[in-house]
């Protein structure tokens, strides 16, 4: 006999294996799309995490844009920069006026860690919204609906949204 048994039985059990492969595995499921219900969403409290990385030109460009931005349920900037920066402090005076400004400052050696891991980490941290929108100080929004568009994709399945092409680097 060419073909036993025992070929028969290995070659269903491989057909059977190959079919929970492609019924389990995420890339062969359907994409979900979003419904276009006319619900309103409530959209959450937002912090943007500016870090600076001694780039304080264009901080100072871009800090107005991301002030002047539509939201309404408010949010915060929290900029990061290096303790002792006195171009950063000046430029972070210049703002003072803005109730929704923060600056959080990272020291001039850290040894455990890089510098932009402990910016991102410090800016973290001084957040006060469970939302955190992190962009280099080269980053300006592309408009005044910026993080309107961000917040409309957060719901109570979302983990993480990235969002970089709505961002223009100068």
């Known amino acids: 006999m060419f073909i036993d048994n025992i070929t028969i039985i290995i070659s269903i059990i491989v057909l059977l294996l190959t079919i929970a492969s492609v019924v389990a595995n995420p890339f062969f499921r ?55 920066d006195l171009d950063l402090e000046a430029v972070l005076a210049k703002y003072a006026d803005n109730k929704n400004l923060y600056a959080t400052y990272i020291p001039k ?22 939302w955190v929108i992190m962009l280099n100080a080269s980053c300006a929004p592309a408009s005044d609906k910026w993080l309107q568009t961000i917040a409309e994709s957060i719901d109570s399945n979302t983990n993480l949204v990235i969002a970089t092409p709505t961002i223009r680097m100068t």
């Open 30 to 84: 359907s994409i979900k799309t979003k419904s276009t219900k006319d619900t309103t969403i409530e959209l959450p409290p937002l912090t943007v995490v500016v870090l600076s990385q001694n780039n304080v030109e264009a901080l100072d460009k871009h800090l107005p844009l991301i002030f002047s931005q539509d939201y309404a349920p408010g949010f915060e900037v929290v900029v990061v920069g290096e303790k002792g």
């Open 109 to 130: 050696r850290s040894l455990f860690m890089s510098k932009p891991k402990l910016s991102a980490s410090l800016g973290i941290k001084a957040a006060h919204n469970d």
